[in-house]
């Protein structure tokens, strides 16, 4: 597609409601990260993949929350038993390269946002 | 640890006045510095970086690492650069993770 595609745009979640975020990225873009931006925060990076693997997952906040992408191209973002606390909106990135070199391949989609009521 | 800090939430200017958003970092290495943007209901993209010492729509930024600063300035602000503005730190140790700052959104008045 011409750009990374999220869905849904919004979700709304039941506290202890299991929700799954979907990414897809650009074609044929190798890198794809999530990142979880709180209200009035800036993003805060959740985890990185290169094709198929996940090579950091530093950033996932808690044992709930699980990152996949089996076929090196749609990820999704699963967040089990939403607290409150992981109300936010959630950016998915890819990028044509691997390295340091380029940045300019780092291209964001529009989010989704998560409200856990 | 790295950290960003951008101390202003909101900064107000004129049309044609100067403007500059404040930048600040704590990285013990060698950090490469950007600046994102994000306009009213777009996506957030990349403005600028450090290495490449340009300038984009008429903003620069210049890395002092005396100071651990990464200032974006503009010398005349348009009502188009009103917007968000995110600061972000890469580690020389680890370039798939961005560090970002909590933002700054630009307001320029007509």
């Known amino acids: 597609g011409a750009g990374v595609s999220q869905s849904p745009r919004y979700k709304v979640a039941k506290r202890g409601q299991d929700v799954a975020l979907r990414c897809d990225p650009i074609s044929g873009h190798v890198s794809l990260f999530w990142y979880q931006q709180a209200l009035g925060q800036g993003p805060e990076f959740l985890t990185y993949?290169?094709?198929?693997?996940?090579?950091?997952k530093s950033g996932l906040p808690s044992d709930r929350f699980f990152a996949e992408r089996p076929e090196g191209s749609v990820s999704t973002l699963k967040i089990q038993r939403t607290q409150q606390e992981d109300s936010a909106v959630y950016l998915c990135a890819s990028s044509s390269r691997t390295g340091q070199a380029d940045n300019y391949g780092y291209t964001f989609g529009s989010g989704t946002r998560l409200t856990v009521v | 640890a790295q950290r960003v800090t951008q101390p202003e939430k909101l900064l107000s200017v004129f049309k044609g006045a100067p403007v500059e958003l404040k930048c600040n970092y704590s990285y013990s290495g060698s950090p490469e510095l950007f600046w994102y943007v994000q306009y009213s209901r777009q996506r957030l993209q990349l403005l600028l970086r450090h290495i490449s010492r340009e300038s984009i729509k008429g903003f620069t930024a210049d890395l002092n690492k005396g100071e651990t600063s990464f200032h974006l300035k503009k010398p005349f602000a348009q009502e188009e650069d009103s917007a968000m503005y995110y600061c972000?730190?890469?580690?020389?140790?680890?370039?798939?993770?961005?560090?970002f700052g909590s933002g700054t959104k630009l307001n320029v008045k007509p």
């Open positions: 993949f290169q094709n198929e693997a996940q090579l950091d």
């Open positions: 972000a730190l890469r580690a020389q140790y680890n370039f798939n993770k961005f560090y």
